[in-house]
């Protein structure tokens, strides 16, 4: 929005031409995102705390009932200050931003109706796993359709590591990409176990992807690098900064003990715009190494259940693997820390893959 009223304002202030560059905009929107959560989330805990709109732990499972009644939907805040700030400080004419706060305020509308459910019948189960992945595939499909049909949105897929090799998979793309999208929402859903296990690795995944949208939509390093050039991607740079930024201020209090959960109302949104990056800066495959502690915790969950199911023998103590690791005995900060570092890790492995061509 400022982009808009300030830029043109520069043919007789030379001062607003500031807002032309993607860096200054992007590090503004990541400003604004954290100091709205910093300054929000104490008003917004004690209003949670007061309306008692805390979370339901199952009673299987390491003993958290401790966190019982920790306020939940936290990730309305996040939400609000990553589509505030990116309204803001982005520009609207990009249909890339569009298709992201779409689907990012689609899935947050999943998370909070499946939130309030906990919430209304003091239950931790919450929609059933059916409906609410035919909503989310129901999102992010109708609007992909609409970006590939009229938005000019590529279905081709590079593949990491050959330079030049790409696949097109025509409108089978809009599948696959929604398939992406939703796997990543419900990988960081699952993640979402520990206090700040999964916002650190959706931060580290956000600012990996910034980065790659930055590059991918400046023709002079796509062309060096030897990746697609993607028109208009690198104003995505300044969409994912407000997710850091955001993330970095609800983690301020999300940090163990949390004095507050981010729920369904916020993982599946996360997860859903982490998917939306990889899909629209065209690093579809690489999602696979940026979120590979999701991918991790949802392997995780799968080959237990297909080894109980076909075995009767459980592989981990129990799944989602954070909670193995519980099990076992880790105490909950050093699990964090260790996937934070391996979050980390992974992010600076796909980096280097743009070398690697």
Known sequence: ??????????????????????????????MTALLICIFC????????????????IREVGPDHQQKAG????????????????????????EPRVWIVLVIAVGFCAVGFVDDWSKISQKSSAGLSGKLRLALEFLISGVILYVGVRWWGISTTVPVPF?????????LAYVAFASFLIVGTANAVNLTDGLDGLAIGPVMTSAL???LLAYLAGNTRFAGYLAIPYVPGAGELT???VTLAGAGMGFLWYNAFPASIFMGDTGSLPLGGVIGALAVLTHNELLLAIVGGVFLMEALSVIIQVASFKTTGKRVFAMA???HHFEKKGWEEPKIIVRFWIISILLALFALMTLKLR
Do not use: C
Not at 1 to 25: D, G, K, T
Not at 75 to 83: R, S, Y
Not at 162 to 170: E, H, M, N, R, Y
């Open 162 to 170: 050959l330079k030049s090799v790409s696949v097109d998979l025509g």
């Open 208 to 210: 990996t992807f910034g």
């Open 41 to 56: 989330y104490p008003a917004f805990i004690r209003f949670l705390q007061r309306r008692r709109y805390g979370q339901e």
């Open 1 to 30: 929005m400022l982009y808009h009223l300030l830029y043109p304002l520069s043919e007789s202030e030379f001062a607003f031409n500031v807002v032309r560059y993607i860096s200054f905009r992007a590090a503004a929107a990541l």
């Open 70 to 93: 920790t306020p939940t939907m936290g990730g309305l805040l996040i939400m609000f200050a990553v589509i505030a700030s990116t309204l803001l400080w982005a520009r609207l004419d």
């Open 320 to 322: 989602p693997i954070h």
């Open 238 to 240: 300044v969409l994912t």
